[in-house]
């Protein structure tokens, strides 16, 4: 397997906060100036490529906040930029996010244009009760009718929809959301299921009791429901929360979960870099005005760069590779930690039917194993 390399560039402004999102997103009243951020994008660039020059990027994708704020402009220039720093492949893949109202909609051919050539859309719900409670901006009309538009326009497709969302969830509903979700995707669906996260205004909610969440056996109803459904249409997982027709799997996403390298460029990205040989782990102020001036002061807005050791490494690799469908090569994992995963406790899992070997040293989560994927990491690891 090739080693890929990509590059993540993180918007971080948003309209509002949804009330599940951890992520590092801010609501500012003023609109940012997007001419000074993108002087500061192509700085930061800039500095990344003299870290690791000679790549060629395999892939490029735009998270958030809410990328699709972007003019298609500032998006240009961030590709012409990293253009001017890095090879990029003929086919590389090159990703925004977006949410689905039709202000943003209104932009999907601009950022066409621009470079862009895969949409990820945020829908989140197919029921406009829920979509208000999750805070989301768009109705169920408005997200359908952006995936069309987006159809239309990008070679490649992707939107995401969260279940587990509340105890009046059930099943049968999430079946039949499903269904028409996979009637309007052509590729490729991320489907998570609601966590509450520290410090999101769910979990304020949440410890009040204001807040209630399906139980661990409606949890697993509905996650069975998912990988039924998904599978009769050709959608299976290919890790634990992405599905995906063969050959339409996220290439970007594949570069974290196979611990390949990636640069993170923005407030609060994060990067797994080899620099003269060494894996380094980076990340960058989350603060957007704080990382605005760093970057003017310095060229980066780096506040974490350390050489990760071959144990750190190692176990890296067993949190992000097992998440795969295609699993781990035992071999390289042997090579970046230094050390061997313990045969005895493989056996172990093995036997009770939580992983399985593909042949020759490849090992994977089996479908048993994947709810409880933390507890076999930990395992695999100790």
């Known amino acids: 397997m090739s080693e890929a390399f990509g590059i993540y560039v993180h918007w971080p402004f948003c309209l509002a906060k949804c009330p599940y999102c951890d992520f590092n997103s801010h609501v500012r009243h003023q609109p940012p100036d997007q001419k000074r951020h993108l002087a500061a994008f192509q700085r930061e660039i800039a500095h990344r490529a003299a870290l690791t020059p000679g790549r060629t990027v395999s892939s490029v994708f735009f998270g958030g906040g809410t990328p699709s704020l972007m003019e298609p402009a500032t998006v240009a220039g961030i590709l012409d ?68 538009t987006a159809a239309g326009i990008f070679e490649r497709t992707s939107f995401d929809l969260i279940y587990a969302r509340s105890p009046e969830q059930t099943p049968e509903a999430w079946k039949a959301e499903l269904e028409i979700a996979i009637g309007h995707a052509a590729e490729h669906l991320s489907l998570y299921q609601l966590t509450i996260e520290p410090d999101t205004a769910f979990a304020a909610l949440h410890r009040a009791g204001k807040l209630t969440i399906p139980d661990e056996a409606l949890g697993r109803a509905l996650w069975d429901v998912t990988h039924e459904v998904t599978g009769k249409h050709g959608m299976p997982a290919y890790e634990i929360s992405n599905h995906a027709r063969a050959g339409a799997e996220s290439r970007h996403n594949l570069i974290y979960w196979r611990y390949q390298e990636y640069a993170g460029i923005g407030p609060g990205a994060h990067g797994r870099l080899l620099i003269e040989g060494q894996r ?13 001036k760093s970057v003017e002061e310095h060229g980066h807005g780096l506040i974490e760069d350390i050489a990760l050791n071959p144990e750190e490494q190692g176990d890296e690799m067993l949190v992000m590779g097992l998440r795969l469908r295609e699993g781990i090569d035992l071999g390289r994992y042997t090579a970046l930690s230094g050390r061997q995963i313990n045969a005895r406790q493989v056996a172990f899992l093995t036997e009770d039917g939580l992983v399985e070997s593909l042949g020759g040293s490849r090992l994977r989560v089996t479908s048993a194993g994947f709810p409880v994927l933390d507890a076999i990491v930990a395992d695999l690891a100790a």
């Open 280 to 292: 380094h782990a980076q990340a960058t102020e989350r603060n957007p005005e704080a990382w605005l």
């Open 81 to 148: 930029a990293i253009a001017r720093a890095w090879s990029i492949a003929p086919d590389a893949e090159i990703t925004l996010e977006a949410n689905p109202t039709s202000v943003e909609a209104g932009r999907f051919r601009g950022y066409r244009t621009a470079g862009v050539n895969r949409l990820s859309i945020g829908v989140q719900a197919l029921d406009d009760r829920d979509l208000k409670a999750l805070g989301r901006m768009h109705s169920v009309d408005e997200a359908l009718a952006a995936v069309k």
